[in-house]
């Protein structure tokens, strides 16, 4: 047997299996329990528009500010961390190792909790600031990794040349490296943005007020008072509706830069 026609007969075995698992699935679960529970009509409907204007709005807004905030303080510890200088090397790479091997919730709990406590401080925003604050944190560790990744890719040569035209370092960075070393980055930047789109359901920990809460939040208060599940399905679709562009995306991007290459 040939290698091809082996190989089309693996395939074709394994979609037969796949598709026998899922009607196995569809036909032997109980829909008469499931659809009252997950997919009730009535408990989808009272969700709206708050579902959307409210707690899905408070998402995305928590992440553009997380995002933006970790592009931000990741860019300035990535230069660090490229610099000459040895102290601020030592720093950088100190934050990036601490932050990177703590779990978010924890740096999150402490911002919302043990900081206010132990310095007096009163975050901007309240807990719900607070919360962002250690999201921004722990998101710009690994955006400074990325960036630091995406600038060393960029070739010596093009640093070289702006050089010998006159060029300073900093703009020579500014203008000729950073353009260059974002275009790198774009695909592994816009997967952040969706894992930090994930981690707003953190900001749990540092407690909302009514007219703060995003999607898992509300999803979690609306199961409570309807003893439902629906609210928890309704919130997954709508972190899809949001999601899943963005990882199309990302795939297209890393396709274009293959084909680039």
């Known amino acids: 047997m040939k290698r091809s026609t082996r190989r089309h007969l693996v395939q074709g075995v394994l979609y037969v299996v796949f598709i026998a698992v899922v009607l196995f699935v569809v036909l032997s679960a109980d829909w008469g329990r499931i659809q009252p529970y997950f997919f009730n009509l009535d408990v989808a409907a009272s969700l709206f528009p708050e579902i959307v204007l409210t707690a899905a709005k408070n998402t995305v807004i928590y992440t553009l500010i997380a995002f933006v905030g970790g592009v931000l303080l990741g860019l300035l510890l990535a230069l660090m961390k490229l610099s000459p200088v040895l102290p ?135 199961l409570t008072s309807t003893a439902n599940a629906t609210p928890l399905v309704i919130a997954a679709l709508l972190y899809l509706v949001i999601t899943l562009p963005l990882t199309q995306l990302v795939a297209k991007l890393e396709r274009h830069n293959k084909r680039g290459r």
């Not at 370092?169 to 952040?192: D, G, S």
């Not at 007020?209 to 898992?216: P, Y």
Request: proline letters at 7%.
């Open 88 to 222: 601020y090397r030592w720093l950088a790479t100190g934050y990036i190792e601490l932050f990177r091997g703590l779990p978010a919730l924890l740096v999150i709990f402490g911002f919302a909790y043990a900081l206010p406590i132990a310095l007096s401080w009163q975050p901007p925003g309240g807990s719900t600031g607070a919360g962002l604050i250690g999201l921004i944190i722990v998101s710009s560790a690994y955006i400074a990794e990325t960036i630091r990744a995406g600038i060393e890719a960029v070739p010596k040569g093009q640093m070289e040349a702006a050089r010998s035209l006159g060029l300073t370092p900093l703009w020579t960075m500014i203008t000729v490296i950073l353009p260059q070393a974002f275009r790198i980055i774009t695909p592994p930047l816009t997967n952040e943005l969706v894992i930090i789109i994930k981690d707003t359901s953190l900001l749990f920990i540092a407690g909302m007020a009514l007219g703060d809460r995003e999607l898992t939040v509300f999803a979690r208060d609306g």
